[in-house]
């Protein structure tokens, strides 16, 4: 365990690097998607305004509000880049370093992420959450705080990230067969944008396709935390949804030790 | 005229040479393209929901709204398809000291930079927008004149220029610091506020998005002019002044970014 920690904790080290170095940048990016925030709260004040009545498939506005932004808060803590670290080296053939290395292609991609996610960690999760906790205390009139609702929120974030590295790195080795993942990335973000209540809450779609929806794994990546964090699920529910975080985890997990076996064989640098 | 007529030479030779590159990976294309349609048709699934909720989104029914979105996407899809390779300067090309071989060829930089790529994956924004606009327009009863088709027209490639002007500007940052791909990200989320009708923002956002990052004359003010004939003036009029502010700016800084900028070397 000691000298398994001592090989990756370097990565660690280089993520934290790789952040800091360009701050300047990772603070633009964030502006940018937190105004994207803003475009969501401003389009769900007009619809709870032109509406008749003060809540929607059981939201009220203030909910609303804080759903807005615990789904950005929530997507940028469990965010993986996994596909596009791997399609790009793929691309400059920069893999095959990592495969002759005795040590596991996906735990250095883990590490090092962590390393990042560091820093993302510190800068925003506090104001966030002060953020998003005052504007709730002045909306409804009374401290909505549970630190107890909190620890299950991030309990639930991170069998949310361990889900979405998996997936992203299973969906990567796509990459090792068809080569090019720009649009295909896209086409992934999209689909996952809207399957896991990025762009609306599951509760606004017609009950069987939200049923449907929240057994996929996609609505285990967002809409499960912040669910948890709005103290919407409760008592077997919650155990019921942490369990079934916890299963697409494992499964994803599985598949993409299968997927790195397979696509190993069919490996060809290009140009490396 | 014998400079513009050897810059028209000089694009089609770089038109026919992505297209080659393109048939290369003829795969990548066509998933772009895809991409690109799937992400707006989520959107309107989003809005088809809401209106599904709501008789009327602050006095704009979903067949107005749905063509001031499909309008958006011209001017936006426009740019993309034609000047995408902005993005490149800011996220790497001069980070990785790439850009040293635009110096080296006799041709102005930015003309190099902006006509050296199409990017295909921008027709999935352009079919959306057009389709969004021809579903809607039959039935918004909207009374036409020979003026307003001529200016509906000759607004788009104005509107266009906004989001090009936008994008010199923020990726000539990058001369300085050697990374601003994210400057440009961020006034590209901006711009989202621009596709809805600028009715249901409070004041403030509402003068950022008009006179500070003008966004909203790419798409909502000459939407509304087409909608409702009022204000030419002001709806297209001001378009056409702010864009050539916008592209004036942004050269202004392209130019002086040149002149600051040190090779990053490799």
Known sequence: ??????????????????????????????????????????????????????????????????????????????????????????????????????????????????????MTICILIVPMVIGVEVVRTVLIGSVQFNIFGFLLYILSCVFAYLINFFFNICFGFVAFIIKYLWGANMMKNCIVGFLSGATIPLAFLPDTLEQIFLLLPFASLNYTPVMIYMGMYSGLFLLYYLGLQMFWALFFWGLSKLLWRVSLKHLSVQGG | MKQIKRMLRMHRIFVAQEFKRMMEYKGDFVVGIIGFLLGQFFNMLFLWIIFSQIPSLMGWSLKQVVFIYGFSLIPKGLDHLLFDNLWAIGHFT?????????????????????????????????????????????????????????????????????????????????????????????????????????????????????????????????????????????????????????????????????????????
């Open chain 1, 1 to 118: 365990m000691k000298k398994k920690l001592r090989i990756y904790l370097p990565f660690v080290n280089a993520g934290m690097q790789e952040t800091t170095t360009y701050r300047a940048n990772w603070i633009f990016f964030m502006i940018g998607n937190v105004l994207a925030c803003f475009v969501s709260y401003f389009i769900w004040k007009a619809v709870f305004l032109s509406g008749d009545s003060n809540s929607m498939n059981g939201f009220t506005m203030p909910q609303m509000v804080v759903y807005i932004f615990l789904m950005f808060l929530t997507s940028t803590l469990i965010s993986s880049g996994g596909t596009y670290d791997i399609g790009e080296e793929i691309r400059d053939g920069s893999i095959s370093m990592r495969i002759i290395k005795p040590i596991s292609y996906n735990s250095t991609f883990l590490f090092q992420e962590l390393g990042n996610k560091f």
């Open chain 2, 94 to 266: 001069v980070r990785k000291g790439d850009f040293d071989k635009y110096l080296t060829r006799p041709i102005n930089t930015l003309f190099h930079v902006m006509v050296e790529k199409l990017q295909i994956d921008a027709l999935g924004e352009l079919i959306m927008g057009v389709a969004l606009i021809c579903i809607t327009l039959p039935s918004l009863s909207i009374e036409w004149s020979f003026i307003k088709i001529l200016l509906a027209i000759l607004v788009i490639p104005f509107a266009t220029l906004i989001y090009t002007g936008i994008k010199i500007a923020t990726s000539a940052i990058a001369f300085w610091t050697k990374r601003s791909g994210n400057i440009t990200y961020m006034f590209y989320m901006v711009n989202d506020f621009a596709k809805y009708p600028v009715t249901i923002y409070n004041n403030v956002v509402r003068s950022i998005i008009t006179y500070i990052i003008p966004f909203a004359f790419t798409a909502f003010y000459p939407a509304n002019y087409i909608l409702t004939g009022e204000n030419p003036l002001f709806n297209i009029g001001l378009t056409v002044v702010i864009s050539l502010i916008i592209m004036t700016i942004g050269v202004l800084i392209w130019n002086r970014g040149i002149k600051a900028y040190e090779s990053a070397g490799s």
